[in-house]
């Protein structure tokens, strides 16, 4: 094989690889995800602080990932904050992410949350919803232990990782 017939066979299978995986990605309006602590530490007045942060963190990474994935085009939900804040928070608002993701012309809505049961044991959450029919798509869970950003991050890194992207074609 000549040299410019391997150039050219090189160049071809750069470009294959840098394709995306998915040529049309699903829109998805990702909702920030809850905290919801169900621990004792509440009857002695735990504020939470370090927990509040991890859940910010955990949307942007979620947000990051799935756009990352080439399977989602993940739509910012900012245009219908005012309207979600009417109804409270996403996971827990009796299924009107749907309706705000319709809104915002995304054919999915995830949305999640991390319960705290004790100081060692949370569970990490990720709801899927259809946004025309309103129906759950999916609800993944996974429960880990320790108290830490990394330990979080692992949760939901497994949730997207085995369930999210492995139930999408």
């Known amino acids: 094989m000549s040299r410019s017939?391997?150039?050219?066979?090189?160049t071809g299978l750069a470009w294959l690889a840098s394709a995306p995986?998915?040529?049309?990605?699903?829109p998805v309006a990702v909702f920030d995800m809850?905290?919801?602590?169900?621990?004792?530490?509440?009857?002695?007045?735990?504020?939470?602080e370090a927990e509040h942060a991890?859940?910010?963190?955990l949307n942007q990474h979620l947000r990051e990932?799935?756009?990352e994935s080439g399977r989602f085009r993940v739509v910012d939900p900012a245009p219908v904050s005012a309207e979600l804040a009417m109804h409270g928070e996403a996971f827990t608002c009796n299924h009107c992410e749907a309706a705000l993701a319709?809104?915002?012309?995304?054919?999915l809505?995830?949305?999640?949350?991390?319960?705290?049961?004790s100081v060692l044991v949370q569970t990490v959450i990720l709801r899927e919803r259809d946004s025309d029919t309103g129906e759950i798509?999916?609800?993944?869970?996974?429960?880990?232990?320790g108290n830490t950003d990394i330990a979080w991050k692992r949760g939901l890194d497994f949730l997207i990782d085995n369930r999210l992207l492995t139930d999408h074609p």
């Open 65 to 67: 990932r799935l756009d």
């Open 109 to 117: 809505s995830i949305t999640g949350a991390v319960q705290k049961m």
């Open 54 to 57: 991890r859940i910010a963190m």
């Open 102 to 107: 319709r809104k915002l012309g995304a054919g």
């Open 34 to 48: 809850s905290f919801i602590n169900f621990s004792q530490e509440v009857d002695y007045g735990a504020t939470n």
């Open 137 to 145: 798509v999916a609800l993944y869970q996974t429960d880990i232990r």
């Open 21 to 26: 995986l998915h040529a049309d990605p699903t």
């Open 5 to 10: 017939a391997i150039s050219v066979t090189l």
